[in-house]
T-cell receptor, first 115, second 113 residues
Framework: GAGVSQSPSNKVTEKGKDVELRCDPI?????LYWYRQSLGQGLEFLIY????????KSGLPSDRFSAERTGGSVSTLTIQRTQQEDSAVYLC?????????????FGPGTRLTVL | GQQLNQSPQSMFIQEGEDVSMNCTSS?????WLWYKQDPGEGPVLLIA?????ELTSNGRLTAQFGITRKDSFLNISASIPSDVGIYFC?????????????FGKGTKLSVKP
C-alpha cells in the first residue's frame, strides 16, 4: 500500500510480558518516528530514526522501551516487562527527508492493552 | 517536557457554525501544524505554517502562525458533520531536534446535525 502500515492493530497482553510492535513506513521515506498516545492525551514523542544516523531516543520513557530500524525501512518497537501504564495507542510516522517542511505521514496505530 | 496548551478541550456545536481553537506555549516554535484524527486512524495533516504571521487556508479551514511564534489558531467555517474528530496542534521548537514535534492534547469536536 501507499501509506504507513502498523501491526498488529490491537494487542492485549498480560503485565510483565514483552511485546513487539511493527511499523512499515512509506517506501523511500528516510525518517521514521514512534509516538505514544494515551487516552485523552496528545501524542508523546518516543524515538526518531533518520537514515543511517544514530536514533534520537530522548523520548523513550524507560529502559524497558527500545526500537530498531532494519535496513532503513521496517521498524520494531519493543516494550519489555509491560506495565499497565504502558496501555496506549502507539503511532508510527514516516517522512520523506530531513527537511522540517516535509510532512509526517502517520499509520493507524497499534492499540496496546496491558492487563 | 515542553508543553503546548490547546483549548478548548472539547466543543459541541451546531452544524453551520464557525469553530475556533488555539494553542499557546511559553516557548518559541519555528513550525506550527494542525492535524485531524478520526477514530481508529492516525492524525492527518490539515495545515502547515512556517513563518510568523503566516495565515493559510485549506478550504473551510484557516490557520495562523502567531507573531510572537508562541501561538497558533485554527478556524473552521460553516462546520459540517464530517468535521467531527479530534484536532491537534503540533509544533517544532526553535532549536529543537529535526522534525520532532510537540503535540497539544487535542480539541474534540462534535457537531450536532
Amino acid at each position: 500500500g501507499a501509506g504507513v502500515s502498523q501491526s498488529p492493530s490491537n494487542k492485549v497482553t498480560e503485565k510483565g510480558k514483552d511485546v513487539e510492535l511493527r511499523c512499515d513506513p512509506i517506501s523511500g521515506h528516510t525518517a521514521l518516528y514512534w509516538y505514544r498516545q494515551s487516552l485523552g492525551q496528545g501524542l508523546e514523542f518516543l524515538i526518531y530514526f533518520q537514515g543511517n544516523s544514530a536514533p534520537d531516543k530522548s523520548g523513550l520513557p524507560s529502559d524497558r522501551f527500545s526500537a530498531e530500524r532494519t535496513g532503513g525501512s521496517v521498524s520494531t518497537l519493543t516494550i519489555q516487562r509491560t506495565q499497565q501504564e504502558d496501555s496506549a495507542v502507539y503511532l508510527c510516522a514516516s517522512r520523506r527527508g530531513r527537511a522540517f517542511y516535509n510532512e509526517q505521514f502517520f499509520g493507524p496505530g497499534t492499540r496496546l492493552t496491558v492487563l | 517536557g515542553q508543553q503546548l496548551n490547546q483549548s478548548p478541550q472539547s466543543m459541541f456545536i451546531q452544524e453551520g457554525e464557525d469553530v475556533s481553537m488555539n494553542c499557546t506555549s511559553s516557548s518559541i516554535f519555528n513550525t506550527w501544524l494542525w492535524y485531524k484524527q478520526d477514530p481508529g486512524e492516525g492524525p492527518v495533516l490539515l495545515i502547515a505554517l512556517y513563518k510568523a504571521g503566516e495565515l493559510t487556508s485549506n478550504g473551510r479551514l484557516t490557520a495562523q502562525f502567531g507573531i510572537t511564534r508562541k501561538d497558533s489558531f485554527l478556524n473552521i467555517s460553516a462546520s459540517i458533520p464530517s468535521d467531527v474528530g479530534i484536532y491537534f496542534c503540533a509544533g517544532q521548537l526553535e532549536g529543537g531536534s529535526q522534525g520532532n514535534l510537540i503535540f497539544g492534547k487535542g480539541t474534540k469536536l462534535s457537531v450536532k446535525p
